[in-house]
């Protein structure tokens, strides 16, 4: 379990091909956050697992399945991408951001960026997640928990308002048109969606 709070920006060292995915290799840079091997670790919004046995300044290894790489964008990554990093949250975490999962719904395309006078970022998710977003929701992107600043179900998009905090501490400052996202949707709305086709009907 995450928060959408990203705590730091880490950089891809390796990334190679295995006879089960893909192998990961992510140098966590100024974080001092030192993770004990099968600790879970959001890495732009997909939870990874630690695979080696990391010592301060050590890099972080992690293994990614073929549903992952089909699911997500972590194959996407080339050596030298920056990637928002997050540890997972304990009981006593400060729910600063809302409540993530590190199941990535989805990949959503960037359409347009626009910076003035605000920055913000239209995103196409697939179709089947429009129904989870909602005006002023949450969603999260790339490993980070945004609020939905508009919504359009016909036109299938939303969109984001990225504050200066948030292009500062993490890798969204970075996105253009065409760049694919990770994108999980509030898991609050999905139960509640779910419970609604499935089960309402009938009371």
């Not at 999962?101 to 089947?128: C, F, K, L």
Request: proline share 6%; with cysteine.
């Amino acid at each position: 379990m995450f928060t959408g709070i990203v705590q730091a920006v880490g950089s891809v060292v390796a990334s190679t091909r295995t006879p089960s995915g893909l192998r990961l290799e992510i140098e966590p840079l100024a974080w001092d956050h030192t993770p004990s091997p099968g600790d879970s670790i959001s890495v732009d919004g997909c939870c990874l697992t630690v695979v080696n046995v990391p010592r301060r300044g050590d890099r972080w290894h992690f293994d990614a399945v073929p549903e992952t790489l089909a699911k997500t964008t972590v194959g996407d990554r080339l050596v030298g991408d920056a990637v928002n990093l997050e540890h997972a949250a304990t009981a006593s975490t400060l729910l600063g951001g809302h409540v993530v999962q590190g199941h990535v719904d989805g990949v959503g395309v960037v359409e347009s960026i626009v910076t003035n006078p605000e920055w913000r970022v239209r995103i196409r998710p697939p179709a089947d997640m429009m129904q989870y977003m909602t005006p002023k929701g949450s969603v999260c992107v790339s490993g980070v928990s945004l609020t939905l600043a508009a919504v359009s179900p016909g036109q299938g998009w939303f969109e984001v308002a990225l504050i200066p905090t948030t292009l500062e501490k993490t890798n969204l400052k970075a996105l253009e048109p065409g760049s694919r996202v990770n994108i999980e949707a509030d898991t609050l709305v999905k139960t509640m969606v779910h419970w609604m086709k499935h089960y309402a009907a009938g009371q």
